[in-house]
């Protein structure tokens, strides 16, 4: 069933949208994988706050036009399914994730930051922890140069309290 051009154009600015919010797109060819498997995925990217989305590339390619994910025109070809996500590792996270575990799903490349990814570049990117996780080995670090001085203090204290006679 087609869509009349209203419902294409509600297509597009509901895709532009998540294109203006979104800090990464990911692409893969999602043939021959069964409605159960694709439902498991999409209950998962929601869990991650990613879009997914099965469209026509031609409207896939005037919903990203003017946006930093213009750069991946070129490999909107085929039966996509589209992965929008506002934090930059989401939704390269979900989808290497499904691919790993279905061999049907077949990652075609991405864009981060305005430059497009290959298959390589959104595994990379799928591999870079979570921001939570990055922010508590920060502190992990920051703390430890005060902790170890607080440690060297009490010793020194200790050793003090014990040298002087009673």
Request: charged share 20%; glycine share 6%.
């Amino acid at each position: 069933m087609s869509l009349n051009r209203s419902e294409k154009q509600a297509v597009i600015d509901e895709v532009s949208a998540l294109a203006a919010k979104a800090q990464t797109l990911v692409m893969a060819e999602y043939r021959g994988i069964t409605v159960a498997d694709l439902t498991k995925l999409r209950v998962e990217a929601r869990k991650a706050g990613v879009s997914l989305s099965v469209l026509k590339n031609t409207l896939a390619r005037r919903a990203v036009a003017g946006t930093p994910f213009e750069v991946a025109v070129e490999q909107m070809t085929g039966p996509l399914i589209y992965g929008f996500s506002e934090d930059a590792v989401a939704a390269a996270k979900v989808v290497v994730e499904f691919a790993k575990t279905n061999d049907k799903m077949v990652l075609r490349g991405g864009v981060y930051a305005g430059k497009p990814l290959d298959v390589n570049g959104v595994k990379s990117l799928a591999s870079i922890p979570s921001k939570e996780v990055l922010l508590s080995q920060l502190l992990g670090l920051m703390q430890s140069p005060v902790s170890r001085l607080a440690r060297v203090v009490a010793a020194l204290a200790e050793q003090k309290g014990e040298a002087q006679p009673a």
